[in-house]
């Protein structure tokens, strides 16, 4: 999987290994695919933006130092070759931040090159557009909107896709259908200029650790690219139906907000400072609990925050690697999972507590998250799907009790800290209540270990965060019982799954990689220091070459599947990248 995002916290494109859009939607992340050819097979009718340089012989691809800006240069045998400068504007402009629905790609001359530029805009998932052409643009007719191509190329030579030799830099900027105004190179460069400024100001602001800062810092730029930055939304990944192993079924679209996810996203995050993405996403979730007035949240909603996302299979694409089905849409939407109430809490509680803020959280903020707090009372010890979105069976998943939990026992800290004393007995009486239930029904006395289920005995990769969540600690034996099994059931060589049972589509063939991250945090906090480094460093050799990760491993092959770049996974790195490395103080 070699696949390079670009983006502006409003749109994105994934660019491949030639240099190909292939993925990319509009007016938003969760839009028609103007780039659908990622979901096809072998060679694709539409939906692709390929700049083509005659006699290639090699191609290499780097992002500049600190930023999404990707820079592919194309070189033949003779000397001749481009590099192609591929970006979305992303600044502040008065008073706001500018993040056009557009894409801007600049291609620079070395020697005497002949190059083809083939732009084939899709719609509707897969139907090639009906286009117009004027004197320096060309227009796309999607169906819901129309993108307008402004290039000062040979405007006939890229609608014939014809070789023509390049003899200056040329620029094309791909956007809404308005007409542009001023100079295309110019302003281009200037947008180039002001969007590596921009970057590279909001990584300035980022505490990373000494060791694995490239890790960290190429992580983190694109969980902030996965933010909606309009609403705060954060996006599970940029991508759907890439599917969890060869012809599995197992395609989904990730294309939305997942509580659980964002929780973890912004968690990550903040572990870095990077503090605006967690006030844009709090923001979208006041919106959220404001419209379930203290009733059912759902796993997940649309960056709008929409709250139907009916599921639906799209035929006209094949799917990756010709591994259908395409899907639209999530039935999960309509799932019940209880944790999703602890992660609203763990998500608002630092906004009690930290004074960077722009906002911080006050009495009516703590009385709103207080019906959250009620659901997740009155739906710790009851069934839902769980975390991995069973489709066909219910448990009352430990998982989901724990997070319950820490609603609660937060909400006891967030009282505490705006002087409630009365609020913070409350929910401290209803937190010892939940512990001591969770307690007696996960732990299995015969087995010595926690169960991921109050009925069973099942092993579950998700056990291990109840570290992370403070409801056990790592000196507790009935922590380290609970790691030893999990262990020993689920890691496949340097790598876990997430459960070894059969679901709703039989055995699960790759392993998760965030699992695999929480098992390095565990190893770590139990004192086996070098396990943990040494998985961890394989986990980093398993990156694309983007530096990021999907969301699936094969554990025998080592080769990514799943929806990408998949912010667990990208979690993964940061929080172990944190935890793992030597401080600053031992260079300085």
Same mark, same amino acid.
């Given at each position: 999987?070699?696949?390079?995002?670009?983006?502006?916290?409003?749109?994105?494109?994934?660019?491949?290994?030639?240099?190909?859009?292939?993925?990319?939607?509009?007016?938003?992340?969760?839009?028609?695919?103007?780039?659908?050819?990622?979901?096809?097979?072998?060679?694709?009718?539409?939906?692709?933006?390929?700049?083509?340089?005659?006699?290639?012989?090699?191609?290499?691809?780097?992002?500049?130092?600190?930023?999404?800006?990707?820079?592919?240069?194309?070189?033949?045998?003779?000397?001749?070759?481009?590099?192609?400068?591929?970006?979305?504007?992303?600044?502040?402009?008065?008073?706001?931040?500018?993040?056009?629905?557009?894409?801007?790609?600049?291609?620079?001359?070395?020697?005497?090159?002949?190059?083809?530029?083939?732009?084939?805009?899709?719609?509707?998932?897969?139907?090639?557009?009906?286009?117009?052409?004027?004197?320096?643009?060309?227009?796309?007719?999607?169906?819901?909107?129309?993108?307008?191509?402004?290039?000062?190329?040979?405007?006939?030579?890229?609608?014939?896709?014809?070789?023509?030799?390049?003899?200056?830099?040329?620029?094309?900027?791909?956007?809404?259908?308005?007409?542009?105004?001023?100079?295309?190179?110019?302003?281009?460069?200037?947008?180039?200029?002001?969007?590596?400024?921009?970057?590279?100001?909001?990584?300035?602001?980022?505490?990373?650790?000494?060791?694995?800062? +490239?890790?960290?810092?190429?992580?983190?730029?694109?969980?902030?690219?996965?933010?909606?930055?309009?609403?705060?939304?954060?996006?599970?990944?940029?991508?759907?139906?890439?599917?969890?192993?060869?012809?599995?079924?197992?395609?989904?679209?990730?294309?939305?907000?997942?509580?659980?996810?964002?929780?973890?996203?912004?968690?990550?995050?903040?572990?870095?400072?990077?503090?605006?993405?967690?006030?844009?996403?709090?923001?979208?979730?006041?919106?959220?609990?404001? +419209?379930?007035?203290?009733?059912?949240?759902?796993?997940?909603?649309?960056?709008?925050?929409?709250?139907?996302?009916?599921?639906?299979?799209?035929?006209?694409?094949?799917?990756?690697?010709?591994?259908?089905?395409?899907?639209?849409?999530?039935?999960?939407?309509?799932?019940?999972?209880?944790?999703?109430?602890?992660?609203?809490?763990?998500?608002?509680?630092?906004?009690?507590?930290?004074?960077?803020?722009?906002?911080?959280?006050?009495?009516?903020?703590?009385?709103?998250?207080?019906?959250?707090?009620?659901?997740?009372?009155?739906?710790?010890?009851?069934?839902?799907?769980?975390?991995?979105?069973?489709?066909?069976?219910?448990?009352?998943?430990?998982?989901?009790?724990?997070?319950?939990?820490?609603?609660?026992?937060?909400?006891?800290?967030?009282?505490?800290?705006?002087?409630?004393?009365?609020?913070? +007995?409350?929910?401290?009486?209803?937190?010892?209540?939940?512990?001591?239930?969770?307690?007696?029904?996960?732990?299995?006395?015969?087995?010595?270990?926690?169960?991921?289920?109050?009925?069973?005995?099942?092993?579950?990769?998700?056990?291990?965060?109840?570290?992370?969540?403070?409801?056990?600690?790592?000196?507790?034996?009935?922590?380290?019982?609970?790691?030893?099994?999990?262990?020993?059931?689920?890691?496949?060589?340097?790598?876990?799954?997430?459960?070894?049972?059969?679901?709703?589509?039989?055995?699960?063939?790759?392993?998760?990689?965030?699992?695999?991250?929480?098992?390095?945090?565990?190893?770590?906090?139990?004192?086996?220091?070098?396990?943990?480094?040494?998985?961890?460093?394989?986990?980093?050799?398993?990156?694309?070459?983007?530096?990021?990760?999907?969301?699936?491993?094969?554990?025998?092959?080592?080769?990514?599947?799943?929806?990408?770049?998949?912010?667990?996974?990208?979690?993964?790195?940061?929080?172990?990248?944190?935890?793992?490395?030597?401080?600053?103080?031992?260079?300085?």
């Amino acid at each position: 999987m070699n696949l390079w995002p670009i983006g502006n916290c409003q749109v994105s494109a994934l660019v491949d290994s030639a240099g190909r859009f292939v993925w990319g939607c509009v007016p938003r992340v969760d839009g028609d695919p103007a780039f659908c050819a990622l979901l096809g097979d072998g060679e694709p009718e539409t939906g692709y933006w390929s700049i083509d340089l005659e006699d290639r012989v090699s191609t290499t691809q780097g992002y500049l130092r600190n930023t999404p800006i990707l820079v592919t240069t194309h070189m033949d045998d003779r000397g001749n070759g481009i590099e192609i400068t591929d970006f979305c504007p992303r600044f502040s402009r008065e008073g706001r931040v500018y993040r056009p629905t557009s894409y801007v790609r600049i291609v620079r001359p070395i020697g005497s090159p002949r190059i083809r530029i083939a732009l084939r805009v899709a719609t509707d998932w897969g139907t090639p557009t009906e286009r117009t052409q004027g004197s320096n643009h060309i227009r796309y007719l999607m169906t819901q909107q129309t993108l307008r191509l402004t290039t000062d190329a040979p405007v006939g030579h890229i609608a014939a896709e014809q070789w023509f030799r390049l003899e200056r830099p040329i620029h094309m900027f791909l956007g809404p259908d308005e007409s542009f105004a001023g100079v295309l190179s110019e302003a281009s460069r200037a947008m180039l200029e002001r969007t590596t400024h921009e970057w590279h100001h909001w990584v300035r602001g980022l505490a990373t650790p000494v060791e694995w800062q +490239a890790v960290v810092i190429r992580a983190a730029i694109t969980l902030k690219l996965c933010q909606h930055e309009e609403t705060g939304a954060i996006v599970a990944a940029l991508t759907t139906s890439l599917p969890e192993h060869a012809d599995s079924g197992r395609n989904w679209d990730y294309r939305y907000c997942w509580i659980r996810d964002a929780y973890y996203t912004v968690q990550a995050l903040n572990r870095l400072g990077a503090l605006d993405v967690l006030e844009g996403y709090l923001e979208y979730l006041r919106n959220i609990v404001d +419209a379930a007035r203290g009733g059912h949240i759902q796993p997940l909603y649309g960056v709008g925050g929409e709250a139907t996302l009916v599921e639906r299979i799209e035929t006209k694409l094949p799917g990756y690697r010709a591994m259908g089905p395409v899907r639209v849409g999530n039935q999960a939407y309509e799932q019940i999972q209880h944790d999703a109430y602890g992660q609203i809490v763990l998500s608002d509680v630092q906004a009690f507590f930290d004074t960077r803020l722009f906002r911080m959280s006050g009495v009516e903020d703590f009385h709103s998250l207080e019906r959250v707090g009620e659901r997740a009372w009155a739906k710790y010890d009851q069934p839902d799907a769980g975390l991995w979105e069973l489709r066909t069976k219910s448990h009352v998943h430990t998982y989901s009790a724990a997070m319950c939990w820490a609603a609660c026992d937060r909400l006891a800290n967030a009282a505490q800290a705006l002087g409630l004393e009365e609020r913070r +007995a409350f929910w401290q009486e209803r937190a010892d209540l939940m512990r001591e239930t969770i307690e007696q029904s996960a732990w299995r006395e015969e087995t010595q270990r926690m169960s991921a289920t109050f009925g069973g005995d099942d092993l579950d990769a998700s056990i291990i965060q109840l570290l992370d969540l403070r409801f056990l600690s790592p000196d507790d034996p009935r922590f380290r019982s609970t790691l030893d099994a999990v262990e020993k059931g689920l890691r496949r060589g340097s790598h876990m799954l997430r459960y070894a049972t059969e679901d709703d589509f039989g055995l699960p063939h790759t392993a998760f990689n965030v699992c695999t991250f929480w098992l390095i945090e565990a190893l770590y906090v139990t004192g086996r220091h070098e396990d943990a480094r040494a998985l961890f460093e394989e986990m980093v050799a398993r990156c694309t070459p983007a530096g990021l990760l999907s969301e699936d491993i094969d554990p025998n092959t080592g080769e990514l599947w799943g929806n990408y770049p998949q912010t667990y996974s990208l979690v993964g790195l940061i929080n172990c990248a944190v935890l793992l490395s030597k401080p600053w103080s031992a260079v300085r």
